[in-house]
């Protein structure tokens, strides 16, 4: 596509930022939809963040993602936030409008977004949720399961200090759990989210045995490298229902989206195959 002089620009700052799957993502969404815009790959120094963001804002940018490790560094930087980057106290997107930058987080979004187009019979109320992890995601991850009407969430982690400072930090029904507990945590949950790294390409395997957990329960990784981690594979084993981490992905991305280029897209099978084909 050939941009015009009136071309609407974004993209995705980070450090390093060569792996990100954004601008393939988004690249998809600009030409199915036919938008005069693009999606660039922005790499940017932690200590030059803040001048980075605000020669963008200079530059007519509409925004750009934010991925490690600029998610927190942004918050001082916005003259306003969303109440979901306040919560989870980070910000993935920035918007660019009237001379402000506004920070936002869709994190959460995407995460339940991805849970109900995988598994659409799946409810937050109905069985206790199980979240390992502590992290920037687990917290996001938490804070869109409370919304959704979670009733009980048991958040286990291997820093117990990590653990009980977020169940602490959370408004709502979390309780932290003994990383050493994390089995006998899973009895009658009806979800298990895994937001560590564990798993992941390249990192150590997830030791958890997964007897205790009823086999109607939905188990979700954020993880996608690989697609289809050692712990979703011994679930669907069991009969469980299980949703990848490529979903929360390419959800999450859909409100920044829309900010920046006027249109909400919409995640497919057809988007899902071309991000995952590397060429």
Sequence with gaps: ?????????????????????SPRLHGYWLERHNIDGAYLPLPVRPEAFADAVRALAALGFRGANLTIPHKQAA?????????????????????????????RNSDAFGFIENLRQGAPSWRAEAAPAVVLGAG??????IVSLLDAGAREVRL???????????????????????WEARAAALSGAGLLVNTT???????EALDLDLDDLP?????????????????????????HAVVDGLGMLLHQARPGFEAWFGVMPEVTPDLRAFVLKRE
């Design 136 to 141: 920037g995601a687990a917290r996001a991850v």
């Design 75 to 103: 918050l001082a930087l916005c003259d306003s936030l969303d109440p979901a980057a306040e919560r989870i106290g980070a910000v993935n997107t920035l918007v660019f409008k009237d001379g402000n930058i506004h920070g």
């Design 197 to 203: 790294s564990l798993g992941m390409t390249g990192q």
């Design 1 to 21: 596509m050939i941009l015009s002089g009136h071309a609407s620009l974004a993209g995705v700052m980070g450090w390093p930022v060569a792996h990100s799957l």
């Design 156 to 178: 286990c982690n291997r820093t117990p200090a990590r653990a009980e400072a977020l169940a602490r930090d959370m408004s709502g029904p979390v309780a932290w759990v003994p």
């Design 215 to 239: 086999t109607s329960a939905l188990v979700a990784d954020i993880v996608y490298s690989p697609l289809e981690t050692d712990l979703l594979r011994r679930a669907r084993a069991r009969g």
